[in-house]
């Protein structure tokens, strides 16, 4: 084990993959920040060619806001020669063989000199098309390993998955790898081979009704969300991790693999600096609604709690478990990387915060004027949800239908607007609803290890690398660094 993290990037070669994905960048601009002696990174990423990878490199990830801070350090043009040294950015996907490196010297290039390879490549759309989800999800982290295999100096795979592989499971949630073969109801047993089969053979019949690529679309998000059901898993997203999970632990063989599996994702608690993120994630999108004045109403259980965890924590615990583990033939670790465990926050907190953090700060409409946020309700089962949708809404949507089919020229666009926005509300809300509803804690034994072993090769340098929950003042985070950072980069950009 090297004697601190900082020493371990020291000369490493680093593929990542899933860049310009938010967590990735995170992870990149922590590297060339704290190790401007890494050797090399070469970041993955789709585009038509290497020139276009490079260009798409500068636009979305160097030229964030993220960088501010190392910019600042050492200067544009410096930063640049930093860049141009230590940096490579490659088009590829891996969704297919050698990640879609076409260049046979690149690839044996890499292949020489990669050290560690990280993984965060994904979709997380939670109903995302089943071909789309197994491509990507499922088969692309053995594309990823089977590429590491070849990589003669490979000290380690980190794959980074997500704490919700474990779908609605309710109570202590161990840090358990997958047999291959699992389902989560017990029904059966999932055959991986299988499932890409349903999808190819559905895939061929939709294709030979000539039906038009919307409704492809929606067949493969609908097979999809279905196999996973049958399974135990709340929905494609999960669903396809899970396998991958499977295919990762079964064709390993000696390589080392970590799986760190956060939970829900949040923006940067204090590296580089607090409050950067990127897109509505998860509950973002309800805090957001809320202070618009947009969310009268939401399905959640108050006492359910919430794993939010720091993004930047998450790219500390990725570098002090690739510090430890590397080299470690045969072994694989399962890492949860959130909160609930030991500094829990509850649905309700989290609104009570938010509207404390909107009456004191309130957004603006269009017409200039403030926005009153109201305390809103908040219930607690799906048949109450329901209830509440159908005497709120629907009832007089079948007015306004009736109306329409009366007086077909009169008030039917508003008819069919209003219908076209419950049904999308309801989608949303039953997509959504295992995580608001969610009864499960996730365990973070080996995780404590891993932050006790931090401090024993950190040293003076523990803060650099913290993940530990305990340190967040939940009320400071939400109203000072979380919800100030949504306005600044999601709202105003």
């Given at each position: ?87 490579v950015p490659i ?252 500094n829990p926050i ?102 404590e290890i891993l ?43």
């Amino acid at each position: 084990m090297e004697s601190n993290c900082i020493q371990f990037l020291q000369n490493k070669t680093i593929l990542v993959t899933g860049v310009p994905g938010f967590l990735a960048k995170v992870f990149v601009e922590k590297i060339l920040r704290i190790q401007p002696n890494v050797k090399k990174l070469f970041l993955l990423l789709r585009a038509a060619d290497n020139e276009s990878a490079m260009q798409r490199f500068h636009s979305e990830v160097l030229e964030k806001d993220l960088f501010r801070v190392l910019r600042n350090a050492l200067g544009d043009e410096n930063l640049r020669a930093l860049v141009s040294e230590k940096v490579v950015p490659i088009q590829g996907d891996i969704s297919v063989d050698n990640l879609g490196v076409k260049d046979s010297d690149l690839l044996q290039h890499m292949w020489n000199e990669i050290d560690i390879i990280v993984n965060v490549a994904a979709t997380t759309n939670f109903d995302e098309r089943y071909d789309v989800g197994l491509s990507i999800n499922t088969f692309g982290p053995l594309n990823v390993l089977n590429f590491a295999k070849k990589c003669v100096k490979g000290q380690l795979l980190l794959h980074v998955s997500t704490a919700y592989v474990c779908g609605e499971k309710s109570g202590l949630l161990q840090e358990k790898t997958f047999q291959m073969g699992e389902t989560l109801n017990g029904h059966g047993k999932l055959v991986i081979e299988t499932e890409v089969e349903l999808m190819k053979q559905k895939l061929k019949e939709l294709q030979k009704q000539d039906c038009s690529e919307e409704e492809i679309s929606q067949s493969m998000k609908d097979l999809g969300m279905s196999r996973a059901k049958l399974h135990g898993w709340p929905n494609t997203y999960v669903f396809t991790k899970s396998m991958g999970e499977m295919l990762l632990g079964n064709h390993r063989e000696n390589l080392p693999i970590v799986i760190i599996r956060p939970t829900m994702i949040t923006s940067t608690f204090s590296e580089p600096f607090p409050g950067w993120i990127e897109g509505l994630r998860t509950i973002d999108s309800v805090i957001v609604a809320y202070g618009k004045g947009r969310l009268k109403c939401f399905l959640a259980d108050p006492n359910s709690v919430l794993d939010l965890i720091p993004v930047d924590m998450v790219a500390n615990a990725m570098v002090t478990a690739a510090a430890i583990h590397a080299g470690k033939l045969g072994s694989q670790t399962v890492y949860h990387v959130g909160s609930s465990c030991k500094n829990p926050i509850t649905f309700e907190r989290i609104h009570d915060l938010a509207a404390r953090y909107f009456t004191k700060n309130p957004l603006v409409g269009r017409d200039g004027s403030s926005i009153i946020v109201s305390k809103g309700t908040i219930l607690s089962t799906m048949a109450q949800f329901s209830f509440y949708m159908t005497l709120r809404y629907k009832l007089p949507l079948q007015m306004l239908r009736v109306i329409y089919v009366i007086y077909p020229w009169w008030g039917g666009n508003k008819y069919k607007d209003i219908d076209r926005k419950i049904k999308l509300a309801m989608r949303l809300v039953d997509l959504y609803r295992p995580y608001v509803l969610f009864k499960g804690i996730f365990d973070d034994t080996n995780t404590e290890i891993l932050r006790l072993k931090r401090k024993e090769i950190n040293e003076e340098m523990y803060g650099l690398f913290d993940f530990d929950p305990m340190s967040i003042d939940w009320d400071n985070y939400m109203t000072t660094i979380h919800i100030p950072g949504l306005i600044t980069y999601v709202l105003k950009q």
